[in-house]
């Protein structure tokens, strides 16, 4: 049953590469360019939408039957949230696709959801037994509600994106295109992420610390890249292995600050190697592809998945949250790391609300803002569940 339900993630996986293929042909092919990137009887991209449709029903598939495996939600580690994130952001972009029918939404929504499965799968994925304190009906109601407001907030940020970059004029350089490049290079460092993660799994690369933990006492940590950051105190126990070149702060957990800083220099190594491939910024290369794309559609259809992902996200990441905190640790709220910025998170989505509706934030100043807070929504996977240790981490 592990072995189906790992089997039918990587036939959503290629589901969802398929339907990224079918809505770039809907674009960019010559005999059936759909300019304004809408459907209008444009069926490569109703192709596209149906290979995101049968994606997502094998996605489910995998999450169900890893569930049977389990005997409980599969939402309790990095991979397992990760992966449920993409699949609830592949269902987001289906409900967002049949209101709108814009084929260009689904050539970057595809990938980001690939993207997103691919980063799950760098982290372990056997399926262990629920610790005690995520043994309640509230891990299903918390987890699952904030994976869905998340994913339909992650369509906000496609859209945003596509509108920065179909408006803003990479023929100059200033603060915009330089702050839009440095957006696409995030994306290129998760992908530098994935390549180096299999890279050193391939050759069973492990280096293995003795520390002093955040509660000053002795632990071992071990490490899957060669330690440019090691652990508080820490001491390498195997041979053969290069010492660490900066040892870190006991509240953070240095071997996933390493792994961060290692998907950094890869993501730039491979940024520069797509700016002389292509001999201009990554934006600008991809900018002729939006030429047709109706800029003032793709706003309302970045604020309509907001205004739709925010209130299920306050649900699941602060309302749910706090009345299981108050049944498992006899308090509502404790400032732990990730109840900060889920905080965080929230104040801001209701900010870009409040001048969207309030103050006329239209167009540029809200696309910016919608790229903003998907930003602070993988900060908070990546680096607030990963290198700082608290009560929520996934480390």
């Known amino acids: 049953m592990a072995a189906l339900s790992s089997n039918l993630l ?7 590469l398929a339907s990224t293929i ?18 209008n009887g444009n ?27 389990a005997g409980h939600a599969p939402v309790s580690n990095m991979f397992e949230y990760t992966t449920f994130l993409g699949i609830m952001m592949g269902l987001a972009f289906i409900i967002i696709y ?22 799950a799968s760098v982290f372990p994925s056997e399926v262990s037994p629920l610790i005690p304190a995520l043994q309640s009906i509230w891990l299903k109601i918390h987890v699952i509600t904030t994976a869905l407001g998340q994913g339909i907030l992650a369509i906000g940020f496609a ?15 200033n603060k915009k295109t330089r702050s839009l490049e440095i957006i696409l290079y995030s994306i290129v460092a998760i992908v530098g992420f994935i390549l180096i993660g299999y890279i050193f799994n391939a050759f069973n690369y492990e280096a293995k610390f003795s520390y002093v933990n955040e509660l000053d006492q002795p632990a071992e940590m071990v490490y899957n890249l060669p330690p440019l950051l090691g652990p508080n105190e820490g001491e390498m126990l195997t041979e053969n292995r290069m010492n660490a070149l900066i040892e870190m702060p006991a509240w953070l957990r240095s071997n996933d600050a390493n792994t961060v800083v290692w998907s950094l220099i890869a993501g730039l190594v491979l940024y520069w190697l797509l700016r002389l491939i292509l001999r201009k910024p990554i934006g600008a290369a991809i900018q002729p592809i939006l030429k047709g794309v109706n800029a003032d559609r793709v706003d ?13 996200f306050t649900l699941g990441g602060l309302i749910f949250a706090m009345i299981w905190a108050q049944i498992a640790w006899t308090r509502f709220w404790g400032w732990d790391p990730k ?57």
């Open 98 to 119: 049949a209101i709108y029918r814009s084929n260009i939404l689904g050539l970057f929504a595809m990938p980001t959801v690939m993207l997103i499965i691919a980063y």
């Open 159 to 173: 859209a945003g994106l596509i509108y920065l970059l179909r408006t803003i004029d990479y023929s100059k350089k």
């Open 22 to 39: 079918f809505f770039a042909v809907s674009i960019t092919g010559k005999k059936w360019r759909d300019k304004q990137g809408e459907m």
């Open 43 to 69: 069926r490569w991209g109703t192709f596209g939408f149906i290979s995101a449709i049968a994606g997502f029903l094998f996605a489910m598939g995998y999450f169900i039957t890893r569930w049977i495996v």
């Open 10 to 16: 990587l036939v959503a996986f290629f589901l969802y």
């Open 300 to 312: 309302e259809l970045s604020y309509r998945a907001i205004a739709i992902g925010f209130p299920i």
């Open 339 to 395: 109840e900060v910025w889920a905080l965080i998170t929230f104040l801001f989505y209701a900010a870009y609300l409040h001048l969207r509706l309030s103050r006329g934030w239209h167009g540029e100043r809200s696309a910016w803002l919608c790229v903003i807070g998907f930003a602070i929504i993988m900060f908070n996977l990546i680096f607030v569940n990963l290198v700082i240790a608290g009560l929520h981490s996934y480390a």
